[in-house]
């Protein structure tokens, strides 16, 4: 079943309509559209229905006949609730994306990403330390610099790499990108930007700064479009950190906070 097809049976079972299911969470026209596969649904809102109906997560999860192959769309849709249940800061949202991810995936790859991500959110990245590099054989392949998903595997594992190692394959990147920065299509500029951010801060937390200005100069160099505003934002605040401004990346972090951005301002204080 599709989780339209899911909320449709368990809502005939407990003999409710559309609008007693919704509990207001989201509209019934929505809801509606969902129940028909002609609508998606906020991974929160989902769970926030289920909650509020008293609906068995694990049996739902378990009844859905998803796929989630790395290439295929649904996958992406799940990498995004993963996503947005870390910078919301949600645990429980996060923990039942994972199980789903966990359950449904074939990709390795993607079930790293999901455990990972969860423990960056829990602040337990010591629980990854069995994570081997055979796990991460995939970043060793002449080619993954140029495919997005591995890209974004590469994002979520930064935080428990060794320098040197976090270091050349930041290298390799620069080597592929660097001097074509606006030709790049969008949605790999954003998850570049993203690693390009991720490797400042880490940089910033131990003390390295070996490939520093090669990333500075690799961030300017991207568009000043609306996808990448908070990637720029963060650029300016790891200049201001490398420079000791610390009036700057004070009033930085105020924007990233009045913004609605607590999470990623508590993230970044070094």
């Known amino acids: 079943m599709t989780i339209g097809e899911a909320l449709e049976f368990e809502r005939k079972k407990?003999?409710?309509?559309?609008?007693?299911?919704?509990?207001?969470?989201?509209?019934?026209?929505?809801?509606?559209?969902?129940?028909?596969?002609?609508?998606?649904?906020?991974?929160?809102?989902?769970?926030?229905?289920?909650?509020?109906?008293?609906?068995?997560?694990?049996?739902?999860?378990?009844?859905?006949?998803?796929?989630?192959?790395?290439?295929?769309?649904?996958?992406?849709?799940?990498?995004?609730?993963?996503?947005?249940a870390f910078y919301e800061n949600n645990i429980q949202d996060m923990e039942i994306i994972n199980q789903v991810i966990q359950e449904k995936s074939k990709s390795k790859e993607l079930k790293l990403s999901g455990n990972i991500v969860l423990a960056k959110l829990k602040n337990n990245l010591d629980c990854l330390s069995t994570v081997s590099m055979d796990e991460l054989d995939v970043l060793c392949d002449s080619n993954w610099v140029k495919d997005l998903n591995l890209l974004k595997l590469f994002y979520d594992v930064m935080p428990i790499l060794s320098m040197p190692y976090l270091s050349a394959r930041i290298k390799e990147i620069l080597t592929e990108y660097s001097g074509r920065e606006k030709q790049i299509d969008p949605e790999?500029?954003?998850?570049?930007?993203?690693?390009?951010?991720?490797?400042?801060?880490?940089?910033?937390?131990?003390?390295?700064?070996?490939?520093?200005?090669?990333?500075?100069?690799?961030?300017?160099?991207?568009?000043r479009t609306p996808k990448l505003f908070l990637i720029k934002?963060?650029?300016?605040?790891?200049?201001?950190?490398?420079?000791?401004?610390?009036?700057?990346?004070?009033?930085?972090?105020?924007?990233l906070r009045k913004l609605g951005y607590q999470k990623i301002a508590t993230d970044i204080e070094v």
């Open 14 to 84: 407990l003999n409710l309509t559309e609008k007693e299911m919704t509990n207001g969470i989201i509209s019934i026209a929505s809801y509606s559209r969902v129940e028909r596969n002609l609508q998606d649904i906020k991974a929160r809102d989902l769970f926030a229905i289920l909650d509020a109906n008293r609906i068995s997560m694990v049996q739902f999860v378990h009844d859905l006949d998803i796929d989630l192959d790395e290439k295929d769309t649904e996958a992406g849709k799940w990498r995004y609730h993963l996503d947005c």
């Open 233 to 255: 934002l963060l650029e300016k605040y790891y200049v201001a950190i490398l420079l000791h401004d610390k009036a700057k990346s004070k009033h930085i972090s105020k924007i």
């Open 188 to 223: 790999y500029q954003y998850v570049l930007g993203m690693i390009s951010i991720s490797y400042a801060r880490e940089c910033s937390f131990r003390g390295d700064y070996r490939l520093m200005e090669e990333i500075f100069i690799f961030l300017d160099k991207l568009p």
